[in-house]
């Protein structure tokens, strides 16, 4: 006589997901902004979102100069 048994299996998978948190900190910003330039730096950005860096560097560098004539 043949028994047919049937067995059931779960698994659990677990997936680490990155949040976009926002910079707490003079130190955080700086280190976002490092990673940035080694990325840069190593090729691991697209030429094609080259447009959008441009201008968000330039309106960073700006806003330095300004603060810094304010002093």
């Known amino acids: 006589m043949e028994t047919v048994r049937t067995q059931t299996v779960v ?3 677990r997936t680490t997901v990155p949040v976009a ?3 707490a900190s003079a130190r955080e910003w700086a280190r976002l902004l ?3 330039a080694a990325k840069l730096d ?3 950005v697209y030429d ?3 447009p959008v860096l441009i ?4 309106a960073l560098i ?3 100069q300004r603060r810094i004539q304010q002093r």
């Open 55 to 58: 201008p968000a560097a330039n």
């Open 42 to 44: 190593s090729g691991r």
């Open 62 to 64: 700006d806003a330095l």
């Open 11 to 13: 698994q659990h998978h």
């Open 21 to 23: 948190v926002h910079p």
């Open 48 to 50: 094609r979102d080259m």
């Open 34 to 36: 490092e990673e940035l």
